[in-house]
C-alpha cells in the first residue's frame, strides 16, 4: 500500500511540474502576442526623436511588454526612447539579451522619468522571462506592478505572471498572495485554484490544500467544465499524509469515477480488502480487481485461486494461475506452490467439464434456480460466457436461490465479456436489492457498475472509450 500511494505521490509531483511549466509557457505565448506590430508611443517634446502614434486601448490583447508605452494619460519620454525602440525590435525579433541590453542602457540615463523606470521593469521583466532568469523577472514584474501604471487588465494579467513565476521560484507563501489577490479581483480561473491548492500542499498546509481544491471542484462544476484530476489528488494525498482512511477511500472513489483508471481502482480494493476477514466478501473484491485490470501481485491471483477452489469453482481458479503465470508475473519462490495448486485445481476442472451434460440436464429439470445458477459459474469459469448467461438468468427466474450476490455478480461479468455493456451494468445494479450484501461491497459494485456508463455508451457510438488517465482496455 505505502509502495502504491508513493508512486501516486510521484505522479502528483509531476503533475506539479508540469503544469507550471504549461503555465510559463503559457505566459510566454501570451506575452509574444504582444510585442509585434506595437509602436512605441513617446512623448515629442524633445529633438532628434521620432514619435510614434499609440496604440489604441483594447486595439489587441495586453501582456507584458505592454502593447503601449502610454498609461493613464502618460508617455515614455525621448531621453530613453532610441534604447526603448532598439528593444522592442529585439524583443519582436526573438532577440532577447540585445533587448535586455537595450533596456538596461535606458536605465543608465540621467533624468528618466518615474514612468520611464516603470517601462524599463516592464520591458526587462518579459526579457529576462525569455531568458528564463525566473527571479529576476519576478522583481522587475513586481516593480512594475508596485508603479501603478499599468491597465486594471494589464495589472491582473501581470498578478498571474507573478503568481505562476513566484511558484517557479519556490515562493510559495509570495505565490499563494497572489493566488488570493487574483480570487478577490474575480480573475482567477478554476486552473488557478487548483494551482493555489497545490502550492499549500508543498507549503505542507494540507487543510488549506483540500479546501482550496474543493473550491477548484466548485469551480470547474460551475463553469460546466471537466473537474480537475489534480485536485482529487491532492486531497487524496493528503488524506493518506494524515492516515484518514475514510478521505482516502472518498477520494479514491471520485478519482476511480473519474478516470476509471486501474491504479486507482487498485488502491482502494487494496485498502477496502485491509481486514477484510469473510472469504466470501473477500473473493468479490477479487473479482472486482480482476474485472477493472488492478490485480498486479502473484499473491493476489494465488489468494484469489484458492478461494475460487474453496467454493468448487476449479474452472476459473485454473484460468485464474494460468494468467498469472502467462503474465509471468509468478515469483520464484512461489513457482512451486503455483505450480503444484495449478496440478490439483486442473485436475478438479476436468472432472467439472466431463460432467457439464449431466449438471446441465439435473439443473433444467430441478424446480430449485441455485442449480442453474451454479451451473453458470461452472460455464464462466470455462469461458463458455453465452451458457453461463443464459444459465444463470434461468436460475433467478425459477428463484430459491441460495447466493444471489453471486448470480448477479457472475451474470454481470458474462454479460460484460459478451460486451453486453448495458445488461452488465443492470446485473450488477441489481445488487441492491439482495439483503445480505455488506453496504461495502454493494458500493464498490456500484462504483463498478457506474463506470461501465461509458462503455455502454461508446458500444452504442462504436466507439472505443477515451479515459483520462489510460484505458483499461
Known amino acids: 500500500m505505502r509502495a502504491l500511494l508513493n508512486s501516486l505521490g510521484l505522479t502528483l509531483w ?3 511540474a508540469i ?3 504549461l503555465g510559463l509557457a503559457m505566459v510566454g505565448y501570451r506575452s509574444s502576442l504582444t510585442i509585434r506590430d506595437s509602436p512605441l508611443a ?3 517634446a524633445g529633438a532628434g526623436v521620432q514619435a510614434a502614434p ?3 486601448r483594447g486595439s489587441a490583447a495586453r501582456s507584458p511588454p505592454s502593447e ?3 498609461s493613464h494619460g502618460e508617455l515614455i519620454s525621448p531621453i530613453i526612447g532610441p534604447e526603448m525602440i532598439g528593444a522592442q525590435a529585439a524583443l519582436q525579433a526573438g532577440r532577447w539579451q540585445d533587448a535586455l541590453d537595450d533596456v538596461q542602457a535606458a536605465e543608465r540615463h540621467q533624468g528618466i522619468t518615474v514612468f520611464d523606470r516603470f517601462k524599463v521593469h516592464d520591458f526587462r521583466a518579459y526579457a529576462e522571462f525569455k531568458l528564463s532568469k525566473y527571479e ?3 522583481a522587475d514584474y513586481e516593480a512594475a506592478l508596485a508603479a501603478g501604471r499599468y491597465t486594471p487588465e494589464e495589472a491582473a ?4 505572471i507573478l503568481f505562476r513565476v513566484a511558484a517557479r521560484n519556490q515562493q510559495y507563501a509570495k505565490a499563494i498572495e497572489y493566488g488570493n489577490q487574483l480570487v478577490s479581483a474575480g480573475k482567477a480561473k478554476p486552473d488557478d485554484l487548483t494551482f493555489v491548492a497545490q502550492l499549500y500542499y508543498l507549503s505542507r498546509q494540507c487543510d488549506d490544500s483540500v479546501a482550496w481544491a474543493d473550491e477548484a471542484l466548485t469551480a470547474f462544476k460551475q463553469a460546466g467544465e471537466a473537474p480537475s484530476v489534480t485536485a482529487y489528488q491532492l486531497k487524496l494525498q493528503c488524506a493518506t499524509d494524515t492516515g484518514n482512511t475514510a478521505a482516502m477511500s472518498a477520494s479514491l472513489v471520485d478519482l476511480v469515477r473519474l478516470t476509471d483508471d486501474p491504479t486507482y481502482w487498485n488502491i482502494l480494493l487494496r485498502l477496502e480488502r485491509q481486514g477484510e476477514r469473510n472469504d466470501d466478501d473477500l473473493l468479490m473484491i477479487y473479482r472486482i480487481m480482476s474485472g477493472t485490470g488492478s490485480m498486479e501481485a502473484d499473491t493476489d491471483y494465488i489468494e484469489m485461486a484458492q478461494l475460487l477452489g474453496d467454493s468448487a469453482l476449479a474452472g476459473e481458479a485454473a484460468a485464474v494461475l494460468q494468467k498469472a503465470l502467462s503474465l509471468r508475473i509468478v515469483r520464484d519462490e512461489h513457482r512451486e506452490r503455483v505450480t503444484r495448486l495449478l496440478d490439483a485445481l486442473q485436475g478438479h476442472a ?3 467439464q466431463s460432467g457439464l451434460l449431466r449438471q446441465a440436464a439435473e439443473s433444467r429439470e430441478s424446480s430449485i434456480g441455485e442449480l442453474d445458477v451454479k451451473l453458470g459459474q461452472i460455464y464462466y469459469g470455462f469461458e463458455d460466457y453465452q451458457s453461463s448467461a443464459e444459465a444463470i438468468t434461468r436460475g433467478l427466474r425459477k428463484g430459491l436461490v441460495t447466493h444471489k450476490a453471486d448470480a448477479y455478480v457472475y451474470l454481470g461479468l458474462a454479460q460484460l465479456k459478451l460486451k453486453n455493456f448495458a445488461a452488465a451494468q443492470r446485473a450488477f445494479a441489481s445488487l441492491k436489492n439482495v439483503p445480505d450484501v455488506s453496504p461495502n461491497l454493494l458500493r464498490l459494485w456500484g462504483l463498478y457498475a457506474d463506470t461501465l456508463a461509458g462503455q455502454t455508451q461508446a458500444a452504442e457510438q462504436g466507439a472505443p472509450r477515451q479515459l483520462q488517465l489510460g484505458n483499461r482496455y
Not at 157 to 160: A, E, L, N, P
Request: aromatic share 0%; proline share 4%; net charge negative.
Open 42 to 44: 513617446m512623448s515629442s
Open 350 to 352: 476436468d472432472a467439472d
Open 157 to 160: 494579467r501581470t498578478t498571474k
Open 54 to 56: 499609440a496604440v489604441p
Open 68 to 70: 503601449s508605452t502610454r
Open 136 to 138: 529576476e523577472a519576478e
Open 19 to 21: 503544469i507550471l511549466a
Open 14 to 16: 509531476s503533475s506539479i
